[in-house]
């Protein structure tokens, strides 16, 4: 499938996206043990995700969504985020942040400190995809969907230049 300018090709179909979002909710809902998570999904790319993965949790639970902004060149690690939309308190709330995909690692190395400065009870990373290869800083999820290669995808939320999004499965990059 062509996307723009680019050729991808099917990684991961709807159904298979959909078995693995049931059996890690079934794993969060295990480990919760009484918690009520207070969810935040980070804005754009983990809206589909997070609106699959919350539907299949059956708890009591918070949810509020971000936006980070980055700038470049402002600090030793070349990124400063700041947090768009996130009026609610988290203070002493047991955090689960949702996102689509952990690649270099560095926009949650960011916007980990910013949460931690909330003072919530807890911090728990929910990743659909992550890139192990990809990673610059040390931060893994306590929940993956699935480990990937590090090459770029799209779709399920996920964009290649602001399109691709609305696709109901997975695309990879096609070589060559
Ligand atoms: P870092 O490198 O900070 O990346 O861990 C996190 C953000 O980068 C975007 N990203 C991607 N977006 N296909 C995408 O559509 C990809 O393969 C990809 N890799 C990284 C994404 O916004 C993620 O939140
Ligand atoms: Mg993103």
């Known amino acids: 499938m062509i996307i723009k300018d680019k050729e991808f090709e099917i990684y991961l179909s709807k159904e298979e996206i959909a078995e693995r979002i049931s059996s890690l909710a079934n794993e969060i809902e295990n480990n919760l043990d009484g918690i009520k998570p207070t969810f935040i999904s980070i804005l754009n790319g983990s809206y589909i995700f997070t609106a699959d993965l919350l539907r299949a949790l059956d708890i009591e639970c918070e949810v509020s969504f971000v936006k980070l902004a980055s700038y470049k060149g402002t600090s030793s690690t070349g990124n400063v985020i700041s947090i768009i939309g996130l009026e609610q308190s988290i203070h002493n709330k047991d955090v689960f942040i949702i996102e689509d995909i952990i690649d270099t690692g560095v926009t949650l190395a960011n916007f980990i400190p910013d949460i931690q400065q909330r003072n919530p009870k807890s911090i728990t990373i929910i990743s659909?995809?992550?890139?192990?290869?990809?990673?610059?800083?040390?931060?893994?999820?306590?929940?993956?969907?699935?480990?990937?290669?590090?090459?770029?995808?799209?779709?399920?939320?996920?964009?290649?230049?602001?399109?691709?999004?609305?696709?109901?499965?997975?695309?990879?990059?096609?070589?060559?």
């Open 128 to 176: 659909l995809l992550s890139k192990p290869e990809a990673r610059k800083v040390p931060i893994e999820a306590n929940y993956v969907g699935f480990e990937i290669p590090n090459k770029f995808v799209v779709g399920y939320g996920l964009d290649y230049d602001g399109l691709g999004r609305n696709l109901s499965d997975l695309y990879i990059l096609k070589e060559g």
